[in-house]
């Protein structure tokens, strides 16, 4: 079904919101060629837009993954990867700090972040706290306007 989004509160355009959130998209965002694994950075960004909830970024990410292939089971489950077998350690290691990140738990944030170590180079580890940022950045942008999905 096509859906079409509309916005309920403002326009971003009005101050530029969109042109700061697609040049960092441009560097991080689901087009952009990292190091990092597409499918890994698809199931950050799509976990991001399940915690915060963005209705516009859940499907905008939905249909991302299963564009880069990643198994419509795993996709269906992500909210709950702590109890699937399906996540390899770094997505998990991966996922937990972009919870951490996410809803800034300080507790846990150091930890996370260092145990990324076990899996990532630096320059990877840079790109996914970019990824989680930028998503964060969009998410909340959508929030913002009030961008809700239409049933056409």
């Given at each position: 079904m096509p859906v079409t989004f509309e916005n309920t509160r403002f326009d971003p355009d009005l101050i530029e919101f969109h042109g700061i959130a697609k040049q960092m998209a441009a560097s991080v965002g689901y087009t952009a060629d990292l190091s990092v694994d597409g499918r890994l950075a698809q199931l950050l960004r799509l976990r991001v837009a399940q915690m915060n909830?963005?209705?516009?970024?859940?499907?905008?990410?939905?249909?991302?993954?299963?564009?880069?292939?990643?198994?419509?089971?795993?996709?269906?489950?992500?909210a709950s990867w702590r109890e699937s077998t399906m996540f390899t350690p770094a997505e998990r290691c991966a996922l937990a700090y972009c919870e951490a990140l996410t809803a800034y738990d300080p507790a846990a944030f150091?930890?996370?972040?260092?145990?990324l170590t076990s899996h990532f180079d630096e320059k990877a580890i840079a790109e996914i706290a970019a990824i989680v940022i930028n998503m964060n950045l969009?998410?909340?942008?959508?929030?913002?306007?009030g961008q809700v999905p239409v049933a056409e």
């Open positions: 909830p963005c209705s516009y970024c859940l499907i905008l990410h939905t249909k991302a993954a299963h564009d880069q292939g990643i198994a419509v089971e795993k996709v269906a489950h992500l150091a930890a996370r972040h260092e145990s969009w998410t909340r942008l959508k929030l913002a306007q």
